[in-house]
Each structure stands twice: as structure tokens, then as C-alpha cells.
């Protein structure tokens, strides 16, 4: 078992900023952050490989988001700049535990535990 604590949400202005962070219980192959808004599916936002710092970050978000991981934590951030208000949503922290994976996966599927979400909400 994995748990994941995620912290940082809140309200920002649009062009505004704000910083996730997701602790984990022990490192696995990669984590990352989902998000989900009302009425809408679950989508990848950004993810990154402990063992290399390899990132995958969603079309929607590169050049705003980073992501970033530190180690000696076991914790993973999401720097989120230039906020728009369609980036309001629950954002998920979730871990991938499948070491035989060759890439950084964007289904949600192939992420076996989850934290319990944060809200960011973003004014226009």
C-alpha cells in the first residue's frame, strides 16, 4: 500500500499561481497529477519517473505547469503559473506502481493508488 497526502490548493485570481505537493508513504514508479472537473472525466495533467526525473506533462498545461519531485521527501510538485479558470478542478495526486512500465502513462487506469484531491479553483 501507498498513501498519498496531497496539499496546496485553494482560490487564486487567473494569471495567478500556486504549488501541489504530494507526499508519499514510499516511492514507486512514478507518480503524478490528474484532475477532474465538475461534469467533466478525470484528465492527466503531468507526471514524472522517481528514478530518472523523466516528465510527461499534458498538452493543455506545458508552459505553465512544471513538475517536479524531490527524493529525499518522497514528494512530488506541481508548480501551476498563469492560471486560468478552466484549470478549476479537483486536482488527484496518484502513484503508478508497475515497474515493468516503459513509459509514463497517461491513463488513469495504470495508476494503482490516489490521494484524496485537492481543490484549486481559479477567479476570472
Known amino acids: 500500500q501507498v498513501q498519498l497526502v496531497e496539499s496546496g490548493g485553494g482560490l487564486v485570481q487567473a494569471g495567478g499561481s500556486l504549488r501541489l505537493a504530494c507526499a508519499a508513504s514510499?516511492?514507486?514508479?512514478?507518480m503524478g497529477w490528474f484532475r477532474q472537473a465538475p461534469g467533466k472525466e478525470r484528465e492527466f495533467v503531468a507526471a514524472?519517473?522517481?528514478?530518472?526525473?523523466?516528465?510527461n506533462i499534458a498538452d493543455s498545461v506545458k508552459g505553465r505547469f512544471t513538475i517536479s519531485r524531490d527524493n529525499a521527501k518522497n514528494t512530488i510538485y506541481l508548480q501551476m503559473n498563469s492560471l486560468k479558470p478552466e484549470d478549476t478542478a479537483v486536482y488527484y495526486c496518484?502513484?503508478?506502481?508497475?515497474?515493468?512500465?516503459?513509459?509514463?502513462?497517461?491513463?488513469?487506469?495504470?495508476?494503482?493508488?490516489w490521494g484524496q484531491g485537492t481543490q484549486v479553483t481559479v477567479s476570472s
Open positions: 514524472v519517473r522517481w528514478s530518472s526525473g523523466r516528465t
Open positions: 514510499r516511492r514507486t514508479f512514478a
Open positions: 496518484a502513484a503508478d506502481n508497475s515497474p515493468l512500465r516503459l513509459i509514463i502513462s497517461t491513463h488513469s487506469g495504470d495508476y494503482d493508488y
